[in-house]
């Protein structure tokens, strides 16, 4: 055995296992108490690159499904409010059918008349509260509904503007659409009539839309899903192995202690030689 008061051997490599474990340890609290593997380029570079795409595709996603749902609501209160309309050209159509009717005494033809014209009145007054977020899709405006599907914005969903307003050509009645008189009635019936035909098309159009905002919605909302976790495949701490691996690396933290104490304690022996 060779014994030298200038360098410590056994304490040289104590220290170094000791500084070791204390940095493998202060790693692992370190992913504990950020609940993260690789929580910056540091620790893993290729990796932290590959999740902080995922991320940035995440936070594109919840753009899409904020777009999506602003198009779903407004959509969907324009088609509620068609559907009251085609509800209301229902009974402007029974309304002016009896009114046509040549028998018809005045005073019943009069109640009509004006039963048909707060029928009529209530379709403006529903076309301009149809409005979401400042968009209304059956004014006589020109709004469209253009959501992004995708992440980069490359991809648009269109429902286009549809006109229900008094007088449009999907809505061939006017604003003063009388039915005072049996002529009157006759005519509107047959307005009334095209009416119906071109909102049930317009119905269709905005039904087929609503679903495929729907659609692309519960897709960017499952696609959303399926990244976080792939990015937490990626980066997050196993916190039963790392619970795991801080016991054990305290219990080695304590012996590298013991062990560089005794190691410092080597060089004491040397003073046994002088000793007699």
Same mark, same amino acid.
């Not at 060779?2 to 609290?29: C, G, M, P, Y």
């Not at 109640?111 to 029928?119: I, Q, R, T």
């Not at 999907?170 to 009334?192: F, G």
């Not at 696609?223 to 080695?252: F, R, Y």
């Given at each position: 055995?060779?014994?030298?008061?200038?360098?410590? +051997?056994?304490?040289?490599?104590?220290?170094?296992?000791?500084?070791?474990?204390?940095?493998?340890?202060?790693?692992?609290?370190?992913?504990?108490?950020?609940?993260?593997?690789?929580?910056?380029?540091?620790?893993?570079? +290729?990796?932290?690159?590959?999740?902080?795409?995922?991320?940035?595709?995440?936070?594109?996603?919840?753009?899409?499904?904020?777009?999506?749902?602003?198009?779903?609501?407004?959509?969907?209160?324009?088609?509620? =409010?068609?559907?009251?309309?085609?509800?209301?050209?229902?009974?402007?159509?029974?309304?002016?059918?009896?009114?046509?009717?040549?028998?018809?005494?005045?005073?019943?033809?009069?109640?009509?008349?004006?039963?048909?014209?707060?029928?009529?009145?209530?379709?403006?007054?529903?076309?301009?509260?149809?409005?979401?977020?400042?968009?209304?899709?059956?004014?006589? /405006?020109?709004?469209?509904?253009?959501?992004?599907?995708?992440?980069?914005?490359?991809?648009?969903?269109?429902?286009?503007?549809?006109?229900?307003?008094?007088?449009?050509?999907?809505?061939?009645?006017? +604003?003063?659409?009388?039915?005072?008189?049996?002529?009157?009635? =006759?005519?509107?019936?047959?307005?009334?009539?095209?009416?119906?035909?071109?909102?049930?098309?317009? %119905?269709?159009?905005? /039904?087929?839309?609503?679903?495929?905002?729907?659609?692309?919605?519960?897709?960017?909302?499952?696609?959303?899903?399926?990244?976080?976790?792939?990015?937490?495949?990626?980066?997050?701490?196993?916190?039963?192995?790392?619970?795991?691996?801080?016991?054990?690396?305290?219990?080695?933290?304590? %012996?590298?202690?013991? +062990?560089?104490?005794?190691?410092?304690?080597?060089?004491?022996?040397?003073?046994?030689?002088?000793? /007699?």
């Amino acid at each position: 055995m060779t014994f030298s008061i200038n360098v410590n +051997a056994s304490a040289l490599d104590a220290l170094r296992n000791l500084n070791a474990t204390s940095k493998d340890l202060e790693t692992t609290q370190t992913h504990i108490n950020t609940g993260l593997k690789i929580s910056s380029a540091k620790d893993n570079a +290729a990796v932290f690159s590959i999740a902080q795409k995922l991320r940035g595709d995440l936070k594109g996603l919840n753009a899409v499904k904020q777009s999506l749902d602003r198009g779903i609501s407004t959509v969907d209160i324009a088609l509620a =409010a068609s559907e009251a309309i085609s509800d209301l050209l229902l009974e402007m159509k029974e309304k002016a059918v009896a009114a046509a009717d040549q028998g018809l005494d005045s005073t019943s033809r009069t109640a009509l008349a004006e039963d048909f014209s707060a029928l009529r009145d209530q379709i403006t007054t529903i076309v301009n509260n149809a409005e979401f977020n400042g968009s209304n899709l059956i004014d006589g /405006g020109t709004d469209a509904i253009v959501a992004i599907t995708n992440a980069d914005a490359t991809q648009t969903l269109t429902v286009d503007h549809q006109d229900l307003t008094l007088g449009s050509a999907n809505i061939p009645i006017s +604003a003063a659409q009388s039915i005072a008189t049996q002529t009157a009635a =006759a005519a509107a019936v047959v307005d009334l009539g095209d009416a119906i035909n071109n909102l049930n098309s317009v %119905l269709t159009q905005l /039904g087929a839309g609503s679903t495929a905002l729907e659609q692309n919605r519960s897709f960017a909302g499952k696609l959303a899903d399926v990244i976080e976790v792939g990015i937490g495949n990626l980066v997050d701490a196993d916190m039963a192995k790392e619970s795991a691996n801080l016991q054990a690396l305290q219990v080695k933290q304590q %012996l590298g202690i013991q +062990a560089l104490s005794i190691a410092n304690q080597s060089p004491q022996s040397i003073l046994s030689l002088f000793q /007699g």
